[in-house]
């Protein structure tokens, strides 16, 4: 159910944005104005911002895909706090993921952001903590183990992240978010970790 609240709460903000720039401006992810104009709330609103309809239609697909089902596994491990920690692993991980470009970017006039991808990032990564062997798509064609998947995600958006490459892609929050939904998963419920290995021996045999 939150799930769907997120995804048609983005949807509609994210929508009203795309014509009205003022809207769009005041809520960006921008460093500088965070840091010298203590303008906070832009660390969580960015979040809700996209750049247009397929860089929206893609997070929102993946939230859909993975969100939903997270969502009902914490609903069933944690009762009535699994709304709760699902809140703070989409959220954490909306501000986890923020943190690096705020460093690195607080002093550029220049530089913005905009999108749930760290967010999403950290839901897609508990998803593959809890089922490390079940296919996901690379490049929405290939079908291979989540975990893989997970690993080559990890490694080419680390790589970037240092390069500093500038492709319009914010790789840091890519990265931490995904790292945020790993620790914060384990954090709540440390088991997951041991069912993580366990489930990748039974898949080798082992």
């Known amino acids: ?9 983005t949807g509609i903000f994210s929508y009203m944005a795309f014509s ?17 104009k203590k303008q906070y709330y832009r ?3 960015h979040a809700f911002l996209h750049g247009g309809w397929s860089h929206l ?10 969100g939903a089902f997270v969502e009902s596994v914490f609903n069933q491990e944690f009762g009535i706090l699994g709304s709760v920690f699902y809140l703070v692993l989409y959220f954490g991980g909306i501000i986890f993921s923020s943190i690096p470009s705020l460093q690195k970017h607080g002093d ?8 749930a991808s760290g967010a ?28 893989l998947f997970g690993v080559l995600y990890v490694w080419y958006e680390k790589r970037l992240a240092n390069q500093n490459v500038n492709d319009g892609i914010g790789h840091d929050a890519h990265y931490y978010g995904a790292v945020f939904g790993l620790l914060a998963t384990i954090i709540f419920k440390p088991s997951f970790l041991m069912g993580f290995f366990s489930k990748i021996l039974m898949a080798i045999g082992l």
């Open 108 to 115: 550029n006039p220049y530089y913005t952001s905009i999108g």
């Open 1 to 9: 159910m939150i799930t769907y609240i997120i995804i048609a709460v």
């Open 20 to 36: 009205n720039r003022d809207l769009f401006n005041k809520y960006l992810f921008d460093p500088y104005l965070i840091k010298h």
């Open 43 to 45: 660390v969580i609103t």
């Open 120 to 147: 999403v990032a950290a839901i897609l990564f508990s998803y593959i903590l809890m089922f490390p062997t079940r296919s996901l798509y690379f490049m929405g064609i290939v079908p291979i183990p989540a975990i």
């Open 57 to 66: 239609l893609i997070n929102m697909f993946v939230l859909w895909q993975f």
